[in-house]
Protein backbone atom coordinates (compact mmCIF):
# COMPACT_ATOMS: atom_id res chain seq x y z
CA UNK A 1 0.00 0.00 0.00
CA UNK A 2 0.97 4.13 -0.97
CA UNK A 3 -0.20 6.72 0.30
CA UNK A 4 0.27 9.89 -1.87
CA UNK A 5 0.41 13.68 -0.82
CA UNK A 6 2.03 17.17 -1.74
CA UNK A 7 3.88 18.92 0.23
CA UNK A 8 4.29 22.75 0.00
CA UNK A 9 7.51 24.39 1.63
CA UNK A 10 7.23 27.89 1.76
CA UNK A 11 10.00 30.62 2.06
CA UNK A 12 9.93 34.24 1.90
CA UNK A 13 11.38 35.33 -1.38
CA UNK A 14 14.25 38.22 -1.28
CA UNK A 15 14.00 39.22 -4.55
CA UNK A 16 10.12 39.78 -5.00
CA UNK A 17 9.06 42.43 -2.19
CA UNK A 18 9.66 39.64 0.32
CA UNK A 19 6.53 37.87 -0.48
CA UNK A 20 7.05 34.04 0.53
CA UNK A 21 7.54 31.27 -2.02
CA UNK A 22 6.17 27.87 -2.72
CA UNK A 23 7.84 25.12 -3.40
CA UNK A 24 5.87 21.55 -3.78
CA UNK A 25 7.03 18.03 -3.11
CA UNK A 26 5.19 14.82 -3.20
CA UNK A 27 5.58 12.61 -0.36
CA UNK A 28 5.19 8.54 -0.65
CA UNK A 29 4.40 6.69 2.56
CA UNK A 30 4.95 3.13 1.76
CA UNK A 31 4.15 -0.32 3.61
CA UNK A 32 2.01 -0.50 7.12
CA UNK A 33 2.48 3.34 7.93
CA UNK A 34 1.03 4.46 4.71
CA UNK A 35 -2.55 3.73 6.09
CA UNK A 36 -1.64 5.16 9.60
CA UNK A 37 -0.03 8.26 8.03
CA UNK A 38 -3.69 8.91 5.63
CA UNK A 39 -5.54 8.58 8.63
CA UNK A 40 -4.08 10.33 11.23
CA UNK A 41 -3.14 13.51 9.25
CA UNK A 42 -5.38 16.02 7.73
CA UNK A 43 -5.25 18.97 4.84
CA UNK A 44 -2.87 22.14 5.54
CA UNK A 45 -1.29 19.79 9.06
CA UNK A 46 1.96 20.70 9.61
CA UNK A 47 3.90 18.15 9.84
CA UNK A 48 7.92 16.88 10.09
CA UNK A 49 8.92 14.52 7.28
CA UNK A 50 12.55 12.55 6.66
CA UNK A 51 13.19 10.63 3.35
CA UNK A 52 14.91 10.28 0.49
CA UNK A 53 14.37 12.79 -1.77
CA UNK A 54 14.63 12.03 -5.80
CA UNK A 55 13.50 13.84 -9.08
CA UNK A 56 10.69 12.62 -11.19
CA UNK A 57 8.95 13.16 -14.35
CA UNK A 58 6.09 12.63 -16.14
CA UNK A 59 3.83 13.23 -19.09
CA UNK A 60 0.81 15.48 -18.06
CA UNK A 61 -2.25 14.23 -19.74
CA UNK A 62 -3.61 17.16 -19.83
CA UNK A 63 -0.59 19.20 -21.90
CA UNK A 64 1.68 16.50 -23.25
CA UNK A 65 4.44 18.23 -21.46
CA UNK A 66 7.04 16.55 -19.32
CA UNK A 67 6.79 17.46 -15.85
CA UNK A 68 9.45 17.20 -13.37
CA UNK A 69 9.32 17.45 -9.59
CA UNK A 70 11.07 16.31 -6.54
CA UNK A 71 9.75 13.29 -4.72
CA UNK A 72 10.15 12.24 -1.02
CA UNK A 73 10.30 8.66 -0.06
CA UNK A 74 9.20 9.11 3.76
CA UNK A 75 11.05 6.95 5.92
CA UNK A 76 9.90 8.69 9.39
CA UNK A 77 7.06 11.63 9.67
CA UNK A 78 5.85 13.76 12.83
CA UNK A 79 2.68 15.91 12.79
CA UNK A 80 3.53 18.85 14.45
CA UNK A 81 1.06 20.98 16.34
CA UNK A 82 -2.79 20.23 16.29
CA UNK A 83 -4.89 19.61 13.22
CA UNK A 84 -6.63 22.01 11.38
CA UNK A 85 -10.19 22.32 12.56
CA UNK A 86 -12.50 20.34 10.24
CA UNK A 87 -13.99 21.91 7.25
CA UNK A 88 -17.07 21.61 5.83
CA UNK A 89 -18.99 18.73 4.11
CA UNK A 90 -18.74 20.41 0.69
CA UNK A 91 -14.59 21.07 0.64
CA UNK A 92 -14.80 16.72 1.77
CA UNK A 93 -13.88 15.86 -2.00
CA UNK A 94 -10.97 17.95 -2.02
CA UNK A 95 -9.36 16.45 1.28
CA UNK A 96 -9.64 13.00 -0.04
CA UNK A 97 -8.58 14.21 -3.43
CA UNK A 98 -5.20 15.04 -1.44
CA UNK A 99 -4.49 11.72 0.89
CA UNK A 100 -4.97 9.77 -2.01
CA UNK A 101 -3.98 6.05 -0.58
CA UNK A 102 -3.70 3.05 -3.01
CA UNK A 103 -2.62 0.62 -4.11
CA UNK A 104 -1.40 1.37 -7.60
CA UNK A 105 1.46 4.02 -7.38
CA UNK A 106 1.41 7.59 -7.89
CA UNK A 107 -1.33 10.43 -7.92
CA UNK A 108 -2.38 10.81 -11.10
CA UNK A 109 -1.97 13.90 -12.83
CA UNK A 110 -5.26 15.71 -11.52
CA UNK A 111 -4.18 15.55 -7.75
CA UNK A 112 -0.77 16.96 -8.33
CA UNK A 113 -0.78 20.57 -7.88
CA UNK A 114 2.27 21.29 -10.26
Known amino acids: MVANASLAVDFPDKKRDDTDKTDWFRLEVWGEDAERFADTLKKGQLIDVEGRAKSDSYVSKKTGET ?27 ADAAAWNTND ?3 ASDEEVPF
Open 67 to 93: VNQWVIKVHTWTPVGTPPAAKPATTAG
Open 104 to 106: TGP
